[in-house]
């Protein structure tokens, strides 16, 4: 009788489970269906919502799955969609203005400026951008004033003070728990792993951090001087004092133009569309308002393409992701774009803070390839910093933006070391071997001298390595490369000074740049890598349903954004392996 329970038991969990993924099944291809079908209407007489709340990286991917066509998407949220739609908003009657509301922006600096110089550029159409907020952040008070009018809740502030770096160190809670990071690094800037090494900041990190925050900070307030229409001096003593934090100081130090209600902002908003006090004004929401254009092409008759590569999050190798770069996804989308015909030229969308010095070398080959068939052009974007600058270094023109964190060129190598902590709980280890180095490196045995040397000498390889593909790529020597490299980290502006990139300027002007080397007048972009897709990730994103939330998402639940993203850096370094070639911090502006 218990076997046939057994039994029964076990067909009806099949059926359930057969049904349940029927269920899906239907449930994501009437959810793929329907977003292609769903047009949404844009009225006349309309003002853009710049909802930047769902926009965090450059390019939100293109995904296929071999299987099921279907599942296949393209999904328009990235950065460079927004800007693509802002620029046809220019252009388009239905569209009156763009309202700036939503300040939940986790866009980086460089991100900002060129949303920035995009809002300016609508504004020349003589069409109105006007902000709300009630608190302003920094961040967000740097895309924020390029409106013509900025509203601010009567009892909000600006969080208006100047920039800051935090850097986290390690050294004693090591000593504490007897986990040990073993270094190895080349380059007296490298101070990606100098929290395993101090407890305190070195000079030489000091001193590139204050050139850094000084810089971005000069790029910064230039652009908001300019807007506002405030002095730089009188900028800088506005952040000393802190004199946007309250109302009546902003608007005192026109920080602000008016406060007010967000009904009293909406209000101004009906006057300049010349609608009733009673009516409500047509607005879409700026995703909407991009799928609901044709934004793909610059010219939709052109005949020839230009592909945009990105390659955007940490450098780690193999399959890659939207947010990780691996060689695989690199090397496929130069192969897609060589063997195509329309394709006259590359671009390549950097921004990343590097990573895998192995992967990142594979992917600068693919570069040096691609560019003797066609011209390779690379934008940078917050980051390209040493893996993201080594992939980029050979590329026949570099922009960047002035905020852009570039340079790192340096390499390290991290190895954990349990020694310590395996004699406190008791376990002990003992090896035999053949030869003097079969063992290798034990993360329960103290690193030997003769093992760190040898690792030293893998380092130092890799660094003479990285500085002669820059040196070839940038047509410089190798003294004159090593002299700014070491490990340093620049900024677009001063890496602009150093030689390390060509021009200022967002992907726009890359794109323009790579028409002139492939001499082409009227192009179509076309966009890479595509992803596959499985069923963990389709349900990771079906909204409305608890089971399809990842790991991630309930801890952020759990911790909250910033606490989130400070485990997630620990747990980055900690889980380093084999030498890397990554920037040496994290900066976020607020």
Not at 1 to 26: D, E, P, R, S, Y
Not at 279 to 299: C, Q, R
Not at 492 to 504: F, I, M, N, Q, T
């Given at each position: 009788?218990?076997?046939?329970?057994?039994?029964?038991?076990?067909?009806?969990?099949?059926?359930?489970?057969?049904?349940?993924?029927?269920?899906?099944?239907?449930l994501i291809g009437v959810a793929a269906g329907g977003s292609d079908k769903d047009t949404v209407q844009v009225k006349d007489n309309s003002v853009i919502e710049l909802d930047l709340s769902k926009v965090t990286e450059d390019y939100s991917g293109s995904f296929y799955n071999d299987k099921y066509s279907f599942l296949n998407s393209e999904p328009k949220e990235g950065l460079t969609d927004v800007l693509k739609a802002i620029k046809a908003a220019k252009d388009d009657k239905r569209i009156k203005g763009i309202s700036i509301t939503n300040n939940m922006s986790m866009l980086g600096i460089a991100q900002m400026k060129s949303l920035r110089d995009q809002l300016e550029d609508f504004k020349t159409s003589k069409k109105f951008v006007v902000a709300y907020a009630?608190?302003?952040?920094?961040?967000?008070?740097?895309?924020?004033?390029?409106?013509?009018?900025?509203?601010?809740?009567?009892?909000?502030?600006?969080?208006?003070?100047?920039?800051?770096?935090?850097?986290?160190?390690?050294?004693?809670?090591?000593?504490?728990?007897?986990?040990?990071?073993?270094?190895?690094?080349?380059?007296?800037?490298?101070?990606?792993?100098?929290?395993?090494?101090a407890n305190e900041m070195s000079p030489e990190n000091r001193e590139q951090i204050t050139s850094m925050l000084n810089s971005i900070w000069g790029s910064i307030a230039k652009d908001i001087s300019k807007s506002r229409k405030i002095s730089l001096d009188s900028l800088n003593s506005i952040a000393e004092n802190l004199n946007g934090r309250t109302p009546e100081l902003a608007k005192q130090h026109n920080l602000v133009d008016k406060i007010g209600y967000e009904?009293?902002?909406?209000?101004?908003?009906?006057?300049?569309?010349?609608?009733?006090?009673?009516?409500?004004?047509?607005?879409?929401?700026?995703?909407?308002?991009?799928?609901?254009?044709?934004?793909?092409?610059?010219?939709?008759?052109?005949k020839d393409d230009i592909a945009i590569i990105y390659a955007q999050g940490e450098i780690t190798g193999g399959e890659g992701s939207l947010t990780s770069i691996g060689e695989d996804p690199m090397r496929e989308s130069f192969k897609a774009a060589l063997e195509d015909d329309r394709v006259k030229a590359i671009v390549l969308r950097v921004n990343s803070p590097g990573g895998s010095a192995l992967t990142s070398e594979l992917i600068w080959r693919e570069v040096e390839l691609a560019k003797k068939k066609k011209p390779v052009?690379?934008?940078?974007?917050?980051?390209?910093?040493?893996?993201?600058?080594?992939?980029?270094?050979?590329?026949?023109?570099?922009?960047?933006?002035?905020?852009?964190?570039?340079?790192?060129?340096?390499?390290?190598?991290?190895?954990?070391?349990?020694?310590?902590?395996?004699?406190?709980?008791?376990?002990?280890?003992?090896?035999?071997?053949?030869?003097?180095?079969?063992?290798?490196?034990s993360v329960f045995t103290p690193l030997q001298p003769a093992t760190r040397e040898i690792i030293q000498q893998s380092v130092e390889k890799i660094y003479s390595t990285f500085v002669n593909r820059v040196a070839a790529g940038r047509k410089m020597s190798f003294e004159q490369v090593d002299a700014?490299?070491?490990?340093?980290?620049?900024?677009?502006?001063?890496?602009?000074?150093?030689?390390?990139?060509?021009?200022?300027?967002g992907l726009d002007d890359a794109v323009k740049y790579a028409a002139k080397l492939a001499k082409i007048k009227t192009y179509r972009t076309v966009d890479f890598p595509e992803y596959e897709i499985?069923?963990?990730?389709?349900?990771?994103?079906?909204?409305?349903?608890?089971?399809?939330?990842?790991?991630?998402?309930?801890?952020?639940?759990?911790?909250?954004?910033?606490?989130?993203?400070?485990?997630?850096?620990?747990?980055?370094?900690?889980?380093?392996?084999?030498?890397?070639?990554?920037?040496?911090?994290?900066?976020?502006?607020?």
């Open positions: 009788m218990q076997f046939l329970k057994n039994v029964l038991a076990t067909l009806v969990g099949l059926f359930l489970f057969c049904f349940l993924f029927f269920i899906i099944i239907v009630d608190n302003y952040s920094q961040s967000d008070y740097y895309l924020n004033s390029v409106a013509d009018t900025l509203y601010l809740n009567p009892i909000g502030e600006v969080d208006f003070k100047g920039l800051s770096s935090e850097v986290m160190f390690f050294k004693d809670l090591q000593e504490k728990t007897g986990i040990k990071m073993e270094v190895i690094r080349h380059g007296k800037y490298k101070s990606a792993v100098e929290p395993f090494l009904d009293e902002y909406k209000s101004g908003i009906k006057k300049a569309l010349k609608v009733k006090k009673d009516e409500d004004y047509n607005s879409v929401d700026i995703l909407d308002y991009v799928t609901a254009t044709s934004l793909n092409d610059v010219f939709p008759d052109a052009v690379v934008s940078m974007g917050n980051y390209a910093a040493s893996g993201g600058y080594y992939i980029s270094c050979g590329a026949n023109r570099i922009f960047a933006e002035p905020g852009t964190i570039t340079g790192s060129i340096g390499v390290f190598g991290v190895l954990p070391n349990l020694n310590e902590l395996s004699g406190r709980v008791g376990i002990h280890t003992e090896q035999v071997r053949t030869h003097s180095n079969a063992s290798g490196y700014i490299a070491q490990g340093r980290v620049w900024t677009g502006a001063e890496a602009l000074e150093k030689g390390l990139v060509d021009e200022l300027g499985n069923f963990e990730k389709i349900l990771a994103n079906l909204t409305g349903m608890p089971f399809a939330k990842t790991k991630e998402d309930f801890i952020k639940e759990e911790v909250g954004e910033q606490n989130y993203q400070m485990i997630e850096r620990i747990r980055r370094v900690s889980q380093l392996r084999g030498v890397q070639a990554i920037m040496p911090y994290e900066i976020t502006i607020r």
